[in-house]
């Protein structure tokens, strides 16, 4: 059993920054596949982007690339979201999630382990 918790969501303005936290229960860290979703009121659920098995790939949606940056910390079994420049259209809850097949897939089907989810809000 793999279990996540996020935590750094907020308000944040404009073109300024924001880190999210994904801390797992410390299990085999290093052979999950993580990503990041993001849900905005009325919306699915968006894939943001992921971190394959290994941390061989990490992959981006259009939406983010260049803006945001994920990163893990296989020490503290720590996954990370680094925001800069975020826009209004990215304010949602966002949601860390694992799985261990070997893809960090876009699917939100795919992944086995959510956390609970963080607001994000971007302010303009």
């Known amino acids: 059993q793999v279990q996540l918790v996020e935590s750094g969501g907020g308000l944040v303005q404009t073109g300024g920054s924001l880190r999210l936290s994904c801390a797992t229960s410390?299990?085999?860290?290093?052979?999950?596949?993580m990503a990041w979703f993001r849900q905005a009121p009325g919306k699915e659920r968006e894939f943001v982007g992921g971190?394959?098995?290994?941390?061989?790939?990490?992959s981006y949606s259009r939406n983010v690339q260049g803006r945001f940056t994920i990163a893990r910390d296989n020490a503290q079994n720590t996954m990370y979201l680094q925001m800069n420049s975020p826009r209004p259209e990215d304010t949602a809850v966002y949601y860390c999630?694992?799985?261990?097949?070997?893809?960090?897939?876009?699917?939100?089907?795919?992944?086995?382990?959510w956390g609970q989810g963080t607001q994000v809000t971007v302010s303009s």
């Open positions: 999630a694992a799985t261990f097949n070997k893809d960090a897939s876009a699917s939100a089907a795919d992944y086995d382990y």
């Open positions: 410390g299990q085999l860290f290093s052979s999950l596949s």
């Open positions: 971190s394959s098995w290994l941390s061989l790939f990490t």
